[in-house]
């Protein structure tokens, strides 16, 4: 496709379960982002790729939350034991820049943990 | 660290209406600015960009001017639509790539 695409749209899991959250980048987009976007806030940044290299993961808010992108293109978020402070939108941005200015974001997926 | 603060919304406009949307920042080093926009149903969109001092990013007639000295990136834009409804968000970039947004100032013009 011409865009970002991220897979689920929604995802509603338990408290306590895993999940994994996709993103498919632009094709040929070098670098590769993750934002958590609280309701009625702005996106917050979680980590960073450059191709299949994890350049920055300071944004993780704790050790539950792992991100791969093992062959620099489709990227996994993943979350254990998920917590009820865990719902919010997910938001995956690529760009074809190694040193990005612009991002290109994806639709998200609303994760919400009951 | 880093910040952006941007006007508190929800604002509600007249079409045709002048708008403002005030943004301000906090940045170490020289950062890029940007305007996204994000339509009921949608993802984040970028409106505009500027990327050094006194630049003026425009899209879709909104304006932006970068401006160093009072740290600020002003949206404006002179007669607003129905179809401007929207969130805006003021972010920024530096070499670190990772960008740092606003919290959003949501917007809705009337008929």
């Known amino acids: 496709g011409a865009g970002v695409s991220q897979s689920p749209r929604y995802k509603v899991a338990k408290r306590g379960q895993d999940v994994a959250l996709r993103c498919d980048p632009i094709?040929?987009?070098?670098?590769l982002f993750w934002y958590q976007q609280a309701l009625g806030q702005g996106p917050e940044f979680l980590t960073y790729?450059?191709?299949?290299?994890?350049?920055?993961k300071s944004g993780l808010p704790s050790d539950r939350f792992f991100a791969e992108r093992p062959e620099g293109s489709v990227s996994t978020l993943k979350i254990q034991r998920t917590q009820q402070e865990d719902s919010a939108v997910y938001l995956c941005?690529?760009?074809?820049?190694?040193?990005?200015?612009?991002?290109?974001f994806g639709q998200g997926t609303r994760l919400t943990v009951v | 660290g880093d910040s952006v603060t941007q006007m508190e919304g929800p604002v509600t406009l007249s079409e045709e209406a002048f708008l403002t949307i005030n943004c301000t920042y906090t940045?170490?080093?020289?950062?890029?600015l940007f305007w996204y926009v994000q339509y009921p149903g949608e993802g984040l969109q970028l409106l505009l960009k500027?990327?050094?001092?006194?630049d003026k990013g425009s899209n879709k007639g909104f304006e932006a001017t970068y401006r160093k000295e009072t740290t600020s990136f002003h949206l404006e834009k002179g007669s607003v639509q129905v179809s401007d409804s929207a969130v805006y968000f003021c972010?920024?970039?530096?070499?670190?790539?990772?960008?740092?947004f606003g919290d959003g100032t949501t917007l809705t013009v009337k008929p």
């Open positions: 940045a170490t080093g020289y950062p890029s």
């Open positions: 094709s040929g987009h070098v670098s």
């Open positions: 972010a920024l970039n530096t070499n670190a790539g990772k960008s740092t």
């Open positions: 941005a690529s760009s074809p820049d190694r040193v990005p200015f612009q991002a290109f």
């Open positions: 790729f450059q191709n299949e290299a994890q350049l920055d």
């Open positions: 500027a990327t050094k001092a006194d």
